[in-house]
């Protein structure tokens, strides 16, 4: 059963320190994103990713934040520093190649704290 | 800023029944896509609709697209417990761009 997964799953920081998190997409999928879902905001997309190339980042506060796909199975969403409005559930999802597969498949989150 | 808006907010009706979501949207798209969310999960895909089709089925699930008026909307049937969750509507950023730009959710809560 082929699923896209995350870690960590829940993360407590205090402000100011570093936080990473990873995600493993579908084997065989070349679109990666990341989103950040909150209460006030709702579920923003922060970066996507093509073949490994980042693609769009406008969402991201470039000054903290940074993504990378250091290979086909692992994608990383830097926070540094962090701080307390982080604090977000971070979702990676993935999807497949072709020319009309938008579907995208989420993973369970990293639950971020940031006191 | 979002580009779909869901209404209503929030639902709660008696199991057995049939619940109604709708999806509004700003600018022309190439799909709308149906995702569910239960409390502490990820968003899983339920459906999707292309900007040529105006009705689409999936088991328990209907969902219609009105491109003059930029609104969808999703029918669940026959309501069951497993119903509650959240539910999202996303619109896509045209052909070959898979960015997808989601609501802000309806929150579906089923009454046994």
């Known amino acids: 059963d082929a699923r896209v997964t995350q870690t960590p799953r829940h993360k407590v920081t205090e402000m100011g320190q570093e936080v990473t998190m990873r995600c493993q997409p579908i084997?065989?999928?070349?679109?990666v994103f990341w989103y950040r879902q909150t209460m006030m905001q709702g579920l923003e997309l922060l970066a996507y990713f093509r073949n490994r190339a980042p693609l769009d980042d406008s969402g991201m506060p470039k000054d903290r934040f940074s993504a990378e796909m250091p290979d086909a199975t692992l994608a990383t969403l830097k926070i540094q520093p962090s701080e307390p409005r982080d604090s977000a559930v971070y979702f990676c999802?993935?999807?497949?190649?072709?020319?009309?597969?938008?579907?995208?498949?989420f993973g369970p989150g990293t639950r971020l704290l940031v006191l | 800023s979002q580009q779909g808006e869901e209404d209503p907010q929030a639902l709660s009706i008696q199991e057995g029944e049939n619940a109604t979501m709708n999806c509004s949207y700003k600018?022309?798209?190439?799909?709308l896509q149906w995702y569910r969310q239960n409390s502490g999960r990820g968003l899983v895909h339920l459906i999707l609709i292309r900007s040529n089709e105006r009705e689409k089925h999936s088991g328990r699930l209907r969902v219609t697209l009105d491109t003059s008026k930029k609104s969808s909307s999703l029918l669940i049937t026959a309501s069951r417990a497993a119903d509650t969750a959240s539910y999202f509507c996303a619109t896509d950023a045209g052909f070959g761009n898979e960015k997808l730009t989601f609501g802000t959710g309806t929150r579906l809560t089923i009454i046994p």
């Open positions: 084997l065989g999928h070349n679109t």
């Open positions: 999802a993935s999807g497949a190649p072709g020319g009309h597969q938008e579907t995208q498949y």
């Open positions: 600018t022309s798209i190439n799909n």
